[in-house]
């Protein structure tokens, strides 16, 4: 199976950074990888799919990168409404993956 | 518009057989390259992708949990139905529905429903 790092577990931040979260996988996935944003109480939000591409509706401040294991997820300028728990999710027509999550809090 | 609900029972006790039912609506489950997924979270934890099935009825399931799952769909009910056997107070968790499919990824969800496993 297919095995997705995220890093780091919990990220400290303010208002205006600029925030990278990265996932990591155990073998190469292409560009078959999506980010969420998921705050407490309520459903995982999708942000972007096959690796870059940004959702209808989601912010351009959000944006993804990478290929093969490597893939980052980068909020340019944090707004109060980002923080929250982000994953990344490997899929293929076998298999779904997720990370262990990120959470991005209040510095 | 889009929207998907779970629905199924709130406590289940150990050993028991957990069935959970997504309806759908805005979207058929015919639709090509369409698919529903189920996912679930236990409090505090991350999410965990259980299985998956396809508008052309390919099914897919988790490695580690294959062996308990069954997953199927009533395109005329626009239902996805998934049954876990053998249940545990671990596999307490919230257990989600999201379209899956044609762009890849889980683009929308449903509201989930929390699972208690307990005697």
């Known amino acids: 199976d297919i095995q997705m790092t995220q890093s780091p577990s919990t990220l400290s931040a303010s208002v205006g950074d600029r925030v990278t979260i990265t996932c990591r996988a155990s073998?190469?996935?292409?560009?078959?990888l999506a980010w969420y944003q998921q705050k407490p109480g309520k459903a995982p939000k999708f942000l972007i799919y096959?690796?870059?591409s940004l959702e209808s509706g989601v912010p351009s401040r959000f944006s993804g990168s990478g290929s093969g294991t490597e893939f980052t997820l980068t909020i340019s300028s944090l707004q109060p409404d980002d923080f929250a728990t982000y994953y990344c999710?490997?899929?293929?027509?076998?298999?779904?993956?997720f990370g262990q999550g990120t959470k991005v809090e209040i510095k | 518009q889009v929207t998907l609900k779970e629905s199924g029972p709130v406590l289940v006790k150990p050993t028991e057989t957990l069935t959970l039912t997504c309806t759908v609506s805005?979207?058929?489950?015919?639709?090509?390259?369409?698919?529903v997924s189920w996912i679930r979270q236990p409090p505090g934890k991350a999410l965990e992708w259980l299985a998956h099935?396809?508008?052309?009825?390919?099914?897919s399931y988790s490695t580690s949990l294959k062996s308990r799952l069954t997953i199927s769909k009533d395109t005329s009910k626009s239902q996805v139905v998934l049954t876990m056997t053998n249940m545990d107070p671990v596999d307490t968790a919230t257990y989600y529905c999201?379209?899956?499919?044609?762009?890849?990824?889980?683009?929308?969800w449903g509201q989930g429903t929390l699972v208690t496993v307990s005697s």
């Open positions: 999710q490997h899929y293929n027509s076998y298999s779904r993956t």
């Open positions: 096959k690796a870059s």
């Open positions: 999201a379209r899956d499919g044609g762009k890849g990824g889980c683009d929308y």
């Open positions: 805005g979207f058929s489950l015919s639709n090509v390259r369409m698919g």
């Open positions: 073998q190469s996935i292409s560009s078959w």
């Open positions: 099935i396809f508008s052309n009825d390919e099914k």
